[in-house]
């Protein structure tokens, strides 16, 4: 078959995606498992390895990822329900100053969103930033801004949200590799989409002297100040950052220690990502037990329900992905492409962050999207020994940030909570998050240059 069309059935099979999630609202693990065997079906796949390859991606998807989702969930739990969130913003502010308040507040939605689904946190955090806006007679509009870009940055680029987590599965990355990377992609674009862009806005004639939206039902000095009846926001962002400390020192070690001695093991066993948030887990519940009405078994019963809709998508789109690589459409780009030697990397990120862009927008979801475009780009990356799939995973997730519309359930969540009109929620939440996602596809390209320089990327 040849590759225009295998490339036309492939169109075929993401169309019947998309539309039936957008227009007839079909749940998109059904939509994926049936695209997927659309494209087994259409492109002559014997009928039992179209079987077998969607049950096989499902199931290695969830190797891969499965245990991780569910443990990051739990910890996030566990901080919601603890009052660690509202404390870390009030750490973030008194590090900060009130003149930093956009800051502060971009800095807490970063970190509080890495554990933190972004609506849970967004509904716990809007009050604060009500509050402050009031007091510091700041605009509005600048702090919802900051918190909701800082919110979206990391939920679309950090691990353990379940889609990056999805992501750097499905693309086969070393987790500490892509986590680092991801900080360092994620932090300046969620600062520039957050605070500039939202100083901007603040800036504007509409904006400026808007300081009291909404603001009749809000406790402000409940809202800002410290309660010794909770954790400390110190413990909180400890608490989210020791998972990720130890991995990325167990991707160190593996650097620097003899692969035969005992430390080797010893650190490759913490570093390894379930482990290290199995770690982090424990540790969080003991450290934070006090603070928490709630038993470990039912935070643990918490996550597993909240985290069943996003296994079945996770491992739908890993079927799919299966599918797409045993027809073999991979191999045949690649074989396309062997005459480029000179920015093939730089086209793949491009196309990878369009492409994911294009599908958050057309059926809202970050998590689709990050898990539809890996699958769509593992097997093709997969035969490209020149470029770096860590760096095509970064631009995956750099595109579920921004252009997010109507369809997507947190565009209500920011207009509801905000008491923004549609016009002004667009102004705030769609055009910041775009900000911050091309961001990071510029700093993405930018370490593309020195691919066979940086450690990790290959």
Same mark, same amino acid.
């Given at each position: 078959m040849s590759l225009g069309l295998l490339l036309a059935i492939f169109a075929v099979a993401l169309i019947f995606v998309l539309v039936s999630i957008i227009k007839f609202d079909l749940h998109p693990f059904l939509a994926l498992l049936i695209g997927g065997l659309i494209m087994g079906?259409?492109?002559?796949?014997? %009928?039992?390895?179209? &079987?077998?390859?969607?049950?096989?991606? @499902?199931?290695?998807?969830?190797?891969?990822?499965?245990?991780?989702?569910?443990?990051?969930?739990? %910890?996030g739990h566990l901080l919601h329900i603890s009052g660690c969130t509202s404390q870390i913003a009030a750490l973030m502010l008194k590090l900060t100053g009130q003149k930093r308040a956009g800051l502060a507040v971009n800095l807490t939605g970063y970190i509080v969103s890495i554990p933190v689904f972004f609506d849970a946190a967004f509904v716990i955090l809007v009050n604060l930033v009500k509050s402050l806006s009031r007091k510091g007679k700041i605009p509005f509009v600048s702090l919802v801004t900051a918190l909701a870009v800082g919110l979206i940055t990391t939920h679309a680029l950090v691990i353990p949200t379940p889609g990056p987590v999805a992501v750097a599965g499905t693309m086969g990355v070393n987790i500490g590799w892509f986590l680092l990377y991801s900080i360092i992609v994620s932090l300046p674009a969620s600062i520039l989409g957050g605070v500039f862009y939202g100083k901007f806005l603040g800036s504007r004639a509409e904006y400026k002297d808007d300081f009291a939206n909404a603001f009749d039902d809000v406790d402000e000095e409940k809202e800002i100040s410290s309660d010794k009846n909770l954790p400390s926001g110190g413990l909180g962002i400890l608490l989210i950052f020791l998972p990720i400390f130890i991995i990325l020192i167990g991707t160190v070690a593996s650097l620097i220690c003899d692969p035969d001695s005992t430390a080797y093991m010893v650190f490759g066993f913490l570093g390894n990502k379930n482990i290290a948030l199995l770690i982090g887990l424990i540790v969080a519940f003991f450290s934070l037990r006090k603070y928490i009405t709630t038993s470990f078994n039912e935070v643990i019963t918490e996550a597993a329900t909240q985290s069943g809709a996003i296994l079945a998508i996770t491992g739908a789109g890993g079927a799919f992905g299966a599918i797409i690589n045993g027809t073999g459409i991979g191999e045949r780009l690649v074989e396309g492409m062997t005459s480029m030697t000179d920015g093939v990397g730089i086209a793949m990120i491009i196309a990878a962050f369009v492409i994911s862009q294009v599908l958050r927008a057309a059926q809202g979801s970050t998590t689709v999207a990050l898990v539809t475009t890996s699958?769509?780009?593992?097997?093709?990356?997969?035969?490209?020994?020149?470029?770096?799939?860590?760096?095509?995973?970064? &631009?995956?997730?750099?595109?579920?940030?921004?252009?997010?519309?109507?369809?997507?359930?947190? @565009?209500?969540?920011?207009?509801? @909570?905000?008491?923004?009109?549609?016009?002004?929620?667009?102004?705030?939440?769609?055009?910041?998050?775009?900000?911050?996602?091309?961001?990071?596809?510029?700093?993405?390209?930018?370490?593309?240059?020195?691919?066979?320089?940086?450690?990790?990327?290959?």
């Open positions: 079906m259409l492109t002559g796949m014997p %009928l039992k390895e179209v &079987a077998d390859g969607i049950a096989s991606g @499902f199931g290695n998807t969830m190797t891969g990822i499965g245990i991780l989702i569910i443990l990051g969930v739990a %910890l699958a769509i780009f593992s097997p093709i990356i997969a035969g490209m020994a020149s470029v770096s799939p860590i760096l095509v995973g970064l &631009a995956i997730c750099a595109g579920g940030i921004g252009l997010s519309l109507p369809n997507d359930s947190g @565009f209500w969540v920011v207009n509801r @909570f905000s008491k923004f009109d549609v016009k002004q929620t667009m102004k705030v939440w769609t055009i910041g998050g775009t900000i911050s996602g091309v961001t990071a596809l510029v700093i993405i390209i930018i370490l593309s240059v020195f691919t066979t320089s940086l450690p990790g990327l290959l």
